[in-house]
């Protein structure tokens, strides 16, 4: 099933379309549209210049990319970050650095990547009494490591 996702780039910006890096990935890559330096335990909203038009009953992930993660300690600081349908401004990514060094974002840098995901909107239902389950209340930690 293919999703017909709409885009609009600010060609001012020089902004490369979106693109899937090899035939079996899952997320478009997503490049900044501008500089930016990120000094160790700070973030910055970086701008990617492009702007969407997501089907109704779809949304956008933004997703951390792992090479920023595993060799310069970036990442996305509301991962994943969700574009809703309804949403037409600029997408823009919140890279916190946790690595220790500043880390400097070049135009045209992969810092992200998207995934569209279909979704339900739920229809709450409100009730005095939830049925049991074996994992009850238990939460944070509570169904162990092993």
Same mark, same amino acid.
């Given at each position: 099933?293919?999703?017909?996702?709409?885009?609009?780039?600010?060609?001012?910006?020089?902004?490369?379309?979106?693109? @899937?890096?090899?035939?079996?990935?899952?997320? =478009?890559?997503?490049?900044?549209? /501008?500089?930016?330096?990120? !000094? #160790? &335990?700070?973030?910055?909203?970086?701008?990617?210049?492009?702007?969407?038009?997501?089907?109704?009953?779809?949304?956008?992930?933004?997703?951390?990319?792992?090479?920023?993660?595993?060799?310069?300690?970036?990442?996305?600081?509301?991962?994943?970050?969700?574009?809703?349908?309804? @949403?037409?401004?600029?997408?823009?990514?919140? =890279?916190?650095?946790?690595?220790? /060094?500043?880390?400097?974002? !070049? #135009? &045209?840098?992969?810092?992200?990547?998207?995934?569209?995901?279909?979704?339900?909107?739920?229809?709450?239902?409100?009730?005095?009494?939830?049925?049991?389950?074996?994992?009850?209340?238990?939460?944070?930690?509570?169904?162990?490591?092993?």
């Amino acid at each position: 099933m293919v999703t017909i996702i709409k885009i609009k780039r600010d060609a001012s910006r020089g902004v490369p379309f979106p693109s @899937y890096a090899t035939p079996g990935a899952a997320g =478009l890559d997503l490049r900044a549209s /501008e500089h930016a330096e990120i !000094e #160790p &335990g700070e973030y910055s909203m970086v701008g990617t210049g492009i702007y969407l038009e997501i089907p109704p009953g779809c949304e956008g992930q933004v997703r951390p990319r792992s090479g920023l993660a595993a060799k310069h300690g970036v990442t996305i600081l509301n991962s994943p970050g969700t574009i809703d349908s309804d @949403y037409r401004g600029e997408v823009r990514v919140i =890279l916190i650095n946790h690595g220790k /060094e500043a880390f400097r974002v !070049e #135009p &045209g840098d992969r810092i992200a990547q998207i995934v569209f995901a279909h979704r339900e909107q739920a229809e709450l239902m409100e009730t005095d009494d939830l049925s049991d389950s074996s994992r009850a209340s238990g939460g944070f930690g509570s169904t162990g490591v092993k």
